[in-house]
């Protein structure tokens, strides 16, 4: 029985150092969303940046990232862990610290109700009713692999982040519909951008915002205006429906579509808008078409 006991004491005393010494974080909280990682990622993003003190200092992947918070003469860190349980379902964990104050939270959580885990559990209600209201604002249906016919189109090469796509567009917007129609060209089909480079890490990217139009020997001159044929001979395609600013959230859900199914896609999206968001009203109704292309 001493043996016994012994064993025991060293198991508690070794998980007692363990647990105060060696484990990174204070406290846990785990909750579910009915939301991919992309979505759920690009939402924190979002979030932190309206944080005051706020801050992503490490980006693994889309479902590891770590934020820091600054709270006068403390600093808390967020661990965020993102799996995915179904389709349309991710746990997110999200493993939280005061950095100045670590030691004594792990002595007192157990045991109470600290102001840090109060102050935590204020913060991702938070974001989780910011997430909530995102997921109920758009939504995304994948149809499947489709065939793409090839389109003529003028075309201007721009720059953004995922977050600034819409806005880069509005400002692009001048150069294009008006433009083209004002000097003879003939309008073909829906605006479309086409995704040439998608930084994950840094959420830039690099993307042709077309027009399609019909090819004629009598096309319009701008020295921004470029003029192609793009071809994309079979896609995944899916249909989103929102705010266009966020319709790169439908990405995720092609890539995840294409892992699941053991396709290889290029990650450059195209998208179709069949909506003119000046024009108002409910963004629910807006559509946008969205196509993954597949290596060929």
């Keep these: 029985m001493k043996k016994v006991y012994f064993i025991l004491g060293a198991l508690l005393i070794g998980g007692l150092i363990w647990y105060l010494f060696i484990y990174r974080f204070d406290y846990l909280v785990t909750f579910n969303a009915k939301a991919n990682s992309g979505t759920i990622n690009q939402t924190i993003k979002l979030w932190n940046s309206k944080v005051e003190g706020g801050e992503i200092t ?13 709270f006068n003469d403390s600093t808390h860190i967020y661990d965020w862990r993102i799996t995915s349980l179904n389709d349309s379902t991710s746990k997110i964990k999200v ?32 974001f989780n009713e910011k997430l909530q209201e995102h997921i109920d604002n758009i939504k995304i249906e994948v149809i499947g692999v489709e065939e793409v016919d090839s389109i003529f189109c003028a075309y201007l090469e ?3 982040s995922q977050f600034g796509k819409a806005g880069a567009m509005m400002k692009n917007f001048p150069l294009l519909d008006p433009f083209l129609i004002n000097n003879g060209a003939k309008l073909n089909g829906l605006p479309i951008i086409e995704i040439t480079k998608w930084n994950t890490v840094k959420d830039s990217i690099e993307f042709n915002f077309c027009y399609p139009v019909i090819r004629s020997d009598s096309l319009p ?6 003029y192609k044929t793009i071809n994309v001979k079979k896609a995944i395609k899916a249909v989103y429906n929102g705010n266009y600013i966020t319709s790169d959230r439908a990405w995720y859900a092609l890539m995840n579509y294409a892992e699941k199914n053991n396709l290889e896609v290029t ?7 069949y909506n003119n968001p000046n024009m108002g009203g409910d963004e629910l109704k807006w559509k946008a078409e969205i196509f993954m292309p597949l290596k060929e």
């Design 221 to 226: 001159v701008h020295p921004e205006l470029k």
């Design 267 to 273: 990650g450059h999206a195209l998208e179709f808008f």
């Design 95 to 126: 493993f939280a610290k005061d950095s100045a104050n670590s030691l004594l939270n792990k002595i007192k959580v157990p045991f109470s109700d600290t102001d840090f885990e109060k102050r935590t559990r204020k913060m991702l209600l938070d």
């Design 158 to 160: 721009v720059k953004s």
């Design 58 to 70: 490490s980006y693994e992947d889309l479902q590891h990232l770590t934020q820091t918070i600054q």
